[in-house]
């Protein structure tokens, strides 16, 4: 059965549709690091940096960082959002990404 998502209207994983619509979202984007420590607020808040394939960050407004993070936030929501993750558009996985688990290979 169709999902009606316009970026994906024949898949019914999740994952995969929110990865295609942030890619339509954000052009350029390989990877987006969300964490809930946005630097210019107080309490905690979704907000997310991009970068493209060359490991260059990718300028979006306030608006575009606040939304990706809140999606990829309510599309993970086992993810122990203590700690920032990073998703990868182009396999649609998300890892923690603080430092204790990039030294265990994560």
């Known amino acids: 059965m169709p999902s009606g998502t316009p970026a994906c209207p024949d898949r019914t994983?999740?994952?995969?549709?929110?990865?295609?619509?942030?890619?339509?979202?954000?052009?350029?984007?390989?990877?987006?690091?969300?964490?809930?420590?946005?630097?210019?607020?107080?309490?905690?808040?979704?907000?997310?940096?991009?970068?493209?394939?060359?490991?260059?960050?990718?300028?979006?407004?306030?608006?575009?960082?606040?939304?990706?993070?809140?999606?990829i936030v309510r599309v993970w929501p086992e993810a122990d959002w203590i700690q920032p993750h990073t998703l990868d558009l182009a396999t649609a996985v998300l890892t923690r990404s603080d430092s204790a688990a990039s030294r265990r290979g994560r």
């Open 13 to 71: 994983d999740r994952q995969q549709c929110l990865v295609l619509q942030l890619a339509d979202m954000i052009p350029g984007a390989a990877t987006i690091r969300v964490s809930l420590r946005d630097p210019g607020v107080g309490w905690p808040h979704p907000y997310a940096r991009v970068w493209d394939a060359a490991g260059q960050p990718v300028d979006v407004t306030r608006t575009t960082a606040t939304v990706a993070g809140r999606w």
